[in-house]
């Protein structure tokens, strides 16, 4: 493909997106947007760790204020480019004077990129950040690194002489500003700045950012390339006033905010006319080693990030990330077109949800593995999680759970990795409480476990979310690992269940800002839900009549429930029994729609769907009668649920609305007021995984007729029978999208336009 026929399309994709923005919101920033102008962009978004935004507002360019932690604190990353000697700020809000700032033009995201445009004089500069998301590959997906590319090309035909320049600062490996960094740099094939806290400690964090390992940005040696180390005015001036860095390295180690030592990297793209290759640069943020776990006895193990396995250092690893830049871009936008079709599916507002959910998603956890006296031990995998922002809990159960369609639609077996922490903790006996624990740890990232049985106590919610999460693990896949090893806990749990269900004792729910009822409707569900799967369970491991009375329990009690969760006036469920004016987003009900039960009569997601109608407000559907907010994952999941397709989009509609608005600057916030749109609190979660609870292959509907939903080869487990869905049995092999299959898959628009040109411009 020619280049200059990609760039052409770019634009022209760019003028329709210009012309398609123009009939949305008044707010709108005066440059165009694809799909919509979020709260915030991710720029390097990996791991809990690198993650770097640029918050929106109701529009904030590039070049308008600093790329930001999740948490709002400033990650220095400067960005200058310079035409026919005149300097133009690009990326970030540096102060030395001289540079003009580049007036951006566009600004679009898919799953994995934010791609930004910028005009300086007579140069167009492209600025891809690509994040990529490796569900297949577990060196890649924990390798914690994002890209960064500039591409710039005349906009008037005429040539120009351009140099393009970066700088990180050590604000990338601390909390504290006040604490003491150093770095080096090495020189060869690669050039990378290496820069962190002169004191570590393990398993520490200031403000959520660790205190331990380092920051890494690095690009490969090319002609026209210089480095330096140094202050940040001196650095800027020094590219400002010249063009070039000076090859030299500051060893004055100091302060982060002494003098703020910076990391730059500049090249000289010589005259430009057509598109220049892209300057590939690569940012970040290792450590090793990465989780504290408890294993039996009390013991505390270390565990490494899988990717160190693969190679024997990290100038290694960096090099092959670097040149492997094509590769990722390529794999990155199959990915981002498979998303776009997907969503496409369900309705034209839903990809834009879901793609700005899917690295936010990714980015909250960590692939690990534990080293053994020969060397690392990759059988040995473990999945952790931080519950980003509402606390810094562990492997939440109740935040994997919301996120669950997320795995099940990239790859169900990164969420069997995300439950095994908590199963195999809770088989050494050191747990002391019959219910499922709330999570591993009260913060990230250890997971030591909680001994005293003191974590917050969610015990209905969490065992439901066990035995469904361990059900639905094993339809996706037909790996029945989990409910063969965890057969004993998971009918302790039911038992719990089978007690506590039907009439739910005084507590919280996941939604514990709301604090504590009596007889919540959706926790009964929930419960409900639980002891039908463990029924499934048992008929898998052949206990059929265990399995028989556990599927008449569920089913006397969907009975009982019915009466007692419906109120007076039969026009809904209530929200807690009994209190005829109380109501609430039944979004459990998504979980029987997961596992492909028929447990709760249809005239119930009738009478629900024809309710909801009744109680939307400007910006979406309350959560319930105590507040006005709402959650955007229940809001997405309980669309799943609904027998209306409009009453469906509505839903999708709301948080498509709310995620657009330009009120709100926080990374995609799932908590948010209704009345108003402005998010109420939580950011940067990983719950927006729950926004994948529609795409295509996640719910066993007619048209995913695919050997993916198992049931017993005899069919006496019963799952799925009056569905008609699932009737073979498929092998572990074609049980999940292979990846060359998923590259198969056309492009779609804008996705394919701007990679298209980025990949063109590699070859
Ligand atoms: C929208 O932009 C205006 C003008 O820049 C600013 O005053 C206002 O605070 C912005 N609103 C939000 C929610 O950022
Ligand atoms: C920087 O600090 C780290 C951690 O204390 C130490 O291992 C390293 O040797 C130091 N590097 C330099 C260049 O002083
Ligand atoms: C760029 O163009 C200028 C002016 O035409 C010329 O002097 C210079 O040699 C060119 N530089 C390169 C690297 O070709
Ligand atoms: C919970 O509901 C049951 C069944 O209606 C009822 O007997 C019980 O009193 C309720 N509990 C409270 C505290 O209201
Ligand atoms: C179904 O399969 C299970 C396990 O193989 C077996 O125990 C059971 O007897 C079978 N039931 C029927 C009706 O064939
Ligand atoms: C069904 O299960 C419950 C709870 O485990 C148990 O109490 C009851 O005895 C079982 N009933 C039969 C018929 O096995
Ligand atoms: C619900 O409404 C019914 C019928 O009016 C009434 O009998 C019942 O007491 C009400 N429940 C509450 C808690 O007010
Ligand atoms: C019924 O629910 C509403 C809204 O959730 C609440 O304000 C009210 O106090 C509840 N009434 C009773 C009797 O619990
Ligand atoms: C599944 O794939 C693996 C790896 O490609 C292969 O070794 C194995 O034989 C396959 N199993 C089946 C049942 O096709």
Known sequence: MHLYALCTSLWNLALIALTMSAQLASAAPSWTTEPFSPPAYPLAVRSPYLSCWLPQGNGTALNADWPRFWEGSILGWAGYIRVDGAVYTFLGSPSVSGPTLAVQKSAMFTSTQSVFILTAGGVDLI???????????????????????????????????????????????????????????????????QVQ????????????????????????????????????????????????????????YRAVNDDWPVFALARDMGNVTSATEPFVMSIGHAREPAVQYIVSGGVLQDRSLYFWSAYATIADAISFFLNDYASALSRATAFDSKVATDAAEVSSSYGGIVAL????????????????????????????????????????????????????????????????????????????????????????????????????????????????????????????????????????????????????????????????????????????????????IACLLGQHEKSANYTSIAQSYVAQWQSLATSFDGRHLTLSYGNNTSWGLTYNLYAEKLLGFNLFPQSVYDMQTAWYQTVIQEWGFPLDTRHTYTK????????????????????????????????????????????????????????????????????????????KFKRAENGTCGILQSSGVGTSLPTANNTRNSGSKRREVMMTGWIAGVAGMVIGLLR
């Open 127 to 193: 600025a891809a950040f690509l994040s990529p998301v490796e569900p297949d590959d577990m060196v890649k997906q924990s390798t914690p690194f994002s890209y960064l590319s500039l591409i710039a090309q005349s906009n008037d035909g005429a040539s120009h002489s351009v140099q393009l320049y970066t700088d990180i600062s050590a604000e990338w490996v601390s909390g504290d500003n006040s604490l003491i960094a150093n770095w080096t740099t090495s020189i060869g094939d690669i050039v990378t700045h």
């Open 197 to 252: 806290l002169q004191d570590q400690t393990h398993y520490s964090e200031a403000s959520d950012h660790i205190q331990h390992g380092a920051a890494y940005y690095s690009t490969k040696a090319a002609t026209g390339l210089t480095y330096q180390t140094g202050s940040d005015q001196n650095l800027r001036t020094q590219f400002v006033q010249n063009g070039v860095l000076l090859n030299t390295q500051d060893t004055d």
């Open 632 to 707: 955007t994952d229940w809001s997405i999941w309980t669309a799943a649920t609904v027998s209306s397709t409009n009453v469906r989009d509505q839903f999708i509609g709301a948080i498509y609305n709310y995620a657009s608005n330009g009120k709100n600057k926080a990374p995609f916030s799932d908590w948010y007021e209704t009345t108003t749109g402005e998010v109420t609190g939580f950011r940067a979660r990983p719950v927006v995984g729950g926004h994948l609870a529609l795409m295509k292959g996640v719910l066993p509907t007619a048209s995913a007729k695919s050997a």
């Open 357 to 536: 959910s899917i690295r936010q998603a990714f980015a909250a956890m960590e692939i690990t593995i534990s080293k053994t006296s020969t060397g690392w031990n990759t059988d040995d995998v473990l999945v952790f999680l931080k519950e980003i922002s509402s606390n810094g809990n562990t492997n939440t159960v109740d935040v994997i759970f919301p996120a669950w369609p997320l795995y099940l639609y990239t790859n169900p077996t990164i969420g069997k990795n995300l439950l095994l922490p908590a199963l195999q903790y809770q088989v050494t006996g050191q747990y002391p409480n019959k219910w499922s624990i709330h999570d591993m740890g009260a913060h990230y990232p250890r997971a030591i476990g909680h001994n005293d049985g003191q974590d917050e106590a969610m015990p209905l919610e969490e065992c439901g979310n066990m035995l469904i999460m361990t059900l639905s693990h094993y339809q996706h896949t037909g790996d029945l690992y989990i409910i063969n090893s965890y057969a004993q806990l998971l009918d302790q749990w039911t038992q719990y269940l089978i007690e506590e269900a039907l009439i739910p004792a005084n507590q919280i729910s996941t939604d514990d800002f709301a604090g504590p009822l009596v007889n919540q409707t959706n926790l009964a569900i929930k419960g409900i839900i639980g002891i039908r799967a463990m029924a499934e």
